[in-house]
């Protein structure tokens, strides 16, 4: 029975790695409120090494609207500035020569429908990782009956497990899209 559990085990852990990439898909995702998590995937140039901004500058929310990027190093202020010019985050930078502001316009009611597409496709995206998983586990279950002499009620009560499991993360993905797409959706 000691197997069964490292196949459970295993499948959770795959299911919380679905949710934590979903997590870090909505991050990304603009909804017109200043959010730093927005430039974690923004790369600069620094000494030949690319590094995130929030490594080389403090980065403040004054307001819901506007983003403050103060780097250490002042001259790598033209680096940064550049990095974001060049990224999809739909924001023009301005400079003034200490501190880069990034201002967040409210989104209108178009750009609020794609955002909201996106986040779906990112749940999906989350939903068949959790269904992969479960699918894995199920195999894995079957061939320890089948080969390792797994006995057959110890195979159904595995497998209603897995289920159980599958339908906890899925149910987390809906309700973290719904909360998401609140978020996205709100004025």
């Not at 029975?1 to 995702?29: H, I, N, T």
């Not at 989350?126 to 110890?154: S, W, Y």
Request: aromatic letters at 4%; a negative charge.
């Amino acid at each position: 029975m000691v197997m069964v559990d490292d196949v459970l085990v295993s499948a959770e852990e795959r299911m919380q790695k679905a949710l934590a990439s979903l997590s870090d898909g909505f991050a990304a995702v603009r909804t017109g409120r200043a959010n730093a998590m927005v430039l974690d995937k923004i790369r600069v140039d620094y000494y030949g090494v690319p590094t995130p901004i929030n490594q080389m500058a403090a980065i403040k929310t004054p307001d819901a609207h506007l983003l403050v990027i103060e780097p250490w190093e002042k001259s790598m202020i033209r680096s940064i500035e550049h990095a974001i010019m060049q990224s999809d985050l739909g924001v023009t930078p301005s400079n003034d020569g200490t501190c880069i502001r990034l201002p967040f316009p409210s989104l209108t009611e178009e750009r609020r429908k794609e955002l909201v597409k996106l986040c779906r496709t990112y749940s999906e995206e989350a939903r068949v990782a959790v269904r992969n998983a479960r699918r894995d586990a199920n195999a894995t279950i079957e061939k320890m009956e089948k080969d390792e002499g797994l006995r057959e009620d110890d195979a159904k009560r595995a497998t209603a497990e897995v289920q159980k499991l599958t339908d906890k993360y899925i149910g987390e993905v809906e309700a973290a899209l719904k909360k998401k797409e609140a978020e996205v959706m709100e004025i």
